[in-house]
């Protein structure tokens, strides 16, 4: 591997300490949602029927396969979602965000977006910006695919 991937690979994964612990600070100060919160309610937000079971959102959302549950179970007692037996699978569930973790998700959007401007897109040019959504992209499609 050549020195600039180390490079590349090393400082990604810094960015990533330093972001997400920040922008989890952000979020519980400004709304009272942890950003694992604000991820899971964003991916069910935008799902078809804006609901996913827990297999697909451990899939999708930022939080770990092995955390979903336990997450889902803390919006539920928040009432930010509902968790729904699948009819099809007894062992599988689903979960659905409800307007009350709508009206949070919306409310907490303007801190989350804030915060990526100002702590890392603004760092970056356009051009910039668009080679590492690209370059990530190439990546994340080579593990989908594998």
């Not at 991937?5 to 400082?11: E, L």
């Not at 990604?12 to 519980?28: G, I, K, M």
């Not at 955390?67 to 599988?92: I, Y």
Request: hydrophobic share 50%; with cysteine.
């Amino acid at each position: 591997m050549s020195d600039t991937g180390v490079a590349a690979w090393a400082a990604l994964l810094r960015v990533h300490a330093a972001l997400v612990p920040q922008l989890d600070r952000e979020l519980q100060a400004a709304c009272g949602l942890p950003l694992t919160w604000y991820d899971v309610l964003l991916e069910l937000n935008s799902a078809p029927g804006r609901r996913l079971s827990m297999g697909e959102l451990g899939a999708v959302a930022v939080v770990s396969r092995s955390r979903v549950s336990r997450v889902v179970d803390q919006l539920a007692a928040d009432g930010l979602v509902t968790r729904e037996a699948n009819p099809d699978d007894r062992r599988s569930a689903y979960a659905t965000i409800t307007e009350a973790g709508r009206a949070r998700l919306r409310a907490a959007a303007p801190v989350y977006l804030g915060g990526i401007e100002r702590h890392f897109t603004a760092q970056l040019t356009a051009a910039e910006a668009f080679s590492v959504a690209t370059a990530l992209g190439k990546v994340l499609a080579a593990l989908d695919r594998s």
